[in-house]
């Protein structure tokens, strides 16, 4: 099934305690983002990554890292978690650029920072 | 860079009725807006598309509409099921894709 892999899909962690959320994709898909998702706020994206060790900003990459050494993954680091950054996180894959290609979407992992 | 808005962000109908939810965006470059549906719980999940050289699509129940000099598009619903109630998100994309910032839609069976 082609599918977007996330994990873990819930986390309590402590304010400064490094984490990695993993993402995985089956489709060979070029390119992957992680998206935040806040109430009022839609889905804003975190970083974008267009191939293999091709990784740029989105709109809000404070406080983010990401890597991208192979193309069927795409990890989230967040060095030293803030509570604001308790959220819903969702990453996602499309074939490729250009504007003709949808997402699809992981099942979120939900953010909790204490 | 791209910005766009969503109208309503809640919207209740009756079973049975039809739900229209809006979109305007800023970016005459973009050209692919998709439509996502969001289940509680779940990841959103692409439910129908239209790309800038098409005025219309439509997909059972659902269609879309594209007017590319107001630069807006709407998603219509026709014959509401309570299985339809979720958060739908338009988007607008030409290389980066832009979220608006949904719509709640409830369906009162």
């Known amino acids: 099934e082609a599918q977007v892999t996330q994990n873990p899909r819930y986390l309590i962690t402590v304010t400064g305690k490094k984490l990695t959320v993993t993402c995985s994709q089956n489709m060979n898909h070029e390119y992957m983002s992680w998206y935040r998702q806040d109430p009022g706020l839609g889905l804003r994206q975190i970083y974008y990554s267009m191939n293999v060790e091709v990784t740029d900003k989105g709109d809000v990459p404070e406080g983010y890292k990401v890597s991208r050494k192979e193309k069927r993954n795409f990890p989230l680091i967040l060095e030293s978690p803030s509570p604001n950054q308790t959220s819903l996180y969702f990453c996602?894959?499309?074939?490729?650029?250009?504007?003709?290609?949808?997402?699809?979407f992981g099942s979120g992992t939900r953010l909790t920072v204490v | 860079g791209e910005n766009v808005e969503q109208h309503p962000s809640t919207l209740s109908v009756q079973e049975g009725d039809s739900a229209v939810i809006k979109c305007t965006y800023s970016?005459?470059?973009?050209?692919?807006f998709p439509w996502y549906k969001q289940e509680l719980g779940k990841g959103p999940q692409l439910i129908i598309d239209?790309?800038?050289?098409?005025g219309e699509k439509k997909d059972q129940r659902i269609a879309v509409t594209l007017n590319k000099t107001a630069k807006h598009f709407s998603l219509h619903i026709t014959e509401t099921q309570p299985e339809d109630s979720a958060v739908y998100f338009c988007?607008?994309?030409?290389?980066?894709?832009?979220f608006g910032a949904g719509t709640r839609l409830t369906v009162k069976p």
């Open positions: 239209i790309r800038s050289n098409v």
């Open positions: 988007a607008a994309s030409d290389n980066d894709m832009r």
């Open positions: 970016d005459s470059a973009s050209n692919y």
């Open positions: 996602a894959s499309r074939k490729g650029t250009g504007g003709i290609y949808g997402y699809t």
